[in-house]
């Protein structure tokens, strides 16, 4: 009887993994990395809770490093098995990874340059790029729909989950001694209410759901108002003289942002004159989402026109700053731009340069446009903290601090409801990446509403499938 371990993401929205374990085969779904954790500390303590080698296949939903961030570790463990993805993951993955792996190395540095001076031994890096280069080289990519073997009595098909380019909810039939089981795992569900992309898929039919219910608690705020929001808030900086500061993830939110500050523009509502990408890693993903844009939902033909052309004949304005000295040049732009930077909860990259500059004074604006996981600078920044610290600096919050809902790249709690209301026979429900909070409220609706009870699994957990 095939089995599903809980390894990750469970009670938490980092961190995703499950070891799913059949009569002859061990695959593991999801390798994510916990963010906001520190690395060096769980290395010595053995970063997976089972030896790479013994792992036969691997399945990843989407890009994003909380699902994807430990494949080189897994490789660098010694797994030398397939990695299936979509086909835009497997572009995104190239870039991310590598990103991921530059950064593990500066950390790495850092932290033996302290475990030096306090006489302590020196820890590996997670993992470098060679690493990388190697996780590549074992992807296996797939189009939506497409029906594969992934090992004898393993089947899977990606269906479109319309949360980032390429992003996936999972099909796999496990068969084994004449039975076929459904296990579905809904991976990061869109909000229906991108700008880009399409609505999640319908699947109608599973024997267990993995769900995700990051936003199981709330519904999102209505599009328009966010969009009304989102512009007034543009008006008061321009008037107030001050800059907008945008942290934002690379993949999909900042994609969503350059749509809409095109659209504003089109409209006669945007007054900055001067907006930046100020991330390389950004700048290169939005050049994955034009190679796929056959994928996005086409609501909008004066945009699939313009952006044949490229994001610059959507958004003239639009500058993409490469270098560092082009980034620290922005510190002299006093007012009237508009600067999106990673990283998008303010635990790494150029936002957090921005942050110290430009924090503490009150003409400044800063806009959260998507979660804020906690322990995570951006969070304490939405919760109100008065001061952060800010690569050994005290900073005062005294920036006009926003967080508009509808960017969500995650379903609000009607839309999972919705979603999963589309199942013909109640599977087996399983809540996965959220906070415990959160999932309590969602497990109650799911009763109210559809009389259907959710489990809420502890780490580590197993189940039969
Ligand atoms: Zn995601």
Not at 230 to 239: E, G, N, P, R
Request: glycine share 8%; net charge negative.
């Amino acid at each position: 009887m095939a089995t599903l371990e809980f390894l990750g993401a469970i009670r938490q929205v980092t961190g995703s993994c499950y070891l799913i374990q059949t009569d002859s085969a061990r695959v593991l779904l999801e390798c994510g990395l916990i963010q906001g954790e520190n690395h060096s500390r769980s290395i010595e303590q053995g970063i997976f809770g089972f030896d790479a080698k013994s792992i036969d296949a691997v399945i990843i939903s989407h890009a994003h490093l909380d699902h994807s961030g430990l494949l080189p570790r897994l490789i660098r463990e010694g797994y030398r098995g397939e990695i299936f993805v979509t086909t835009p993951t497997a572009d995104l993955l190239d870039i991310m990874l590598k990103d991921a792996a530059f950064l593990q190395q500066k950390d790495n540095e850092w932290e033996n340059r302290r475990r030096a001076r306090a006489g302590e031994q020196p820890v590996e890096p997670l993992y470098e790029l060679q690493d990388v280069e190697q996780v590549l080289a074992q992807l296996n990519p797939l189009g939506y729909a497409e029906r594969v073997d992934v090992l004898a009595g393993v089947e899977l098909c990606y269906r479109d989950a319309g949360h980032i380019i390429g992003s996936a909810i999972v099909e796999i039939w496990i068969s084994e001694s004449g039975a076929t089981r459904k296990l579905v795992f809904s991976g990061d569900l869109g909000n229906n209410c991108s700008p880009l992309l399409r609505d999640p898929e319908v699947v109608a039919e599973a024997d267990m759901l993995l769900l995700e219910s990051t936003y199981g608690d709330r519904d999102h705020r209505l599009m328009e108002n966010t969009i009304d929001e989102f512009s007034a808030i543009l008006d008061t900086a321009m008037q107030k003289g001050g800059n907008v500061y945008i942290p934002s993830f690379a993949v999909g939110r900042t994609q969503d942002l350059l749509y809409r500050l095109g659209r504003f523009h089109r409209e006669g509502r945007l007054p900055q004159q001067k907006i930046f990408l100020d991330s390389p890693m950004a700048t290169s993903v939005s050049a994955v989402y034009l190679k796929y844009s056959k994928l996005y939902n086409h609501d909008d033909p004066e945009f699939n026109q313009s952006i044949k052309n490229g994001w610059n004949s959507w958004l003239p304005m639009l500058t993409f700053t490469r270098s560092t000295e082009e980034s620290m040049a922005l510190n002299m732009i006093s007012g009237g731009a508009i600067i999106i930077a990673g990283s998008g909860m303010c635990t790494g990259g150029r936002i957090r340069h921005h942050l110290k500059h430009n924090l503490w004074n009150n003409k400044n604006h800063l806009v959260f446009v998507g979660f804020q996981a906690r322990g995570t600078t951006g969070r304490a920044i939405v919760d109100g903290a008065q001061k952060i610290n800010l690569m050994g600096n005290e900073i005062a919050v005294r920036a006009q601090v926003h967080t508009l809902g509808g960017f969500s790249a995650h379903a609000g709690q009607q839309q999972l409801l919705q979603w999963a209301g589309n199942f013909k026979q109640k599977p087996t429900l399983y809540l996965v990446h959220g906070e415990l909070e959160k999932m309590l409220v969602l497990q109650k609706q799911f009763m109210a509403v559809h009389n259907w009870y959710a489990n809420i699994p502890e780490p580590g957990e197993r189940v039969q499938i």
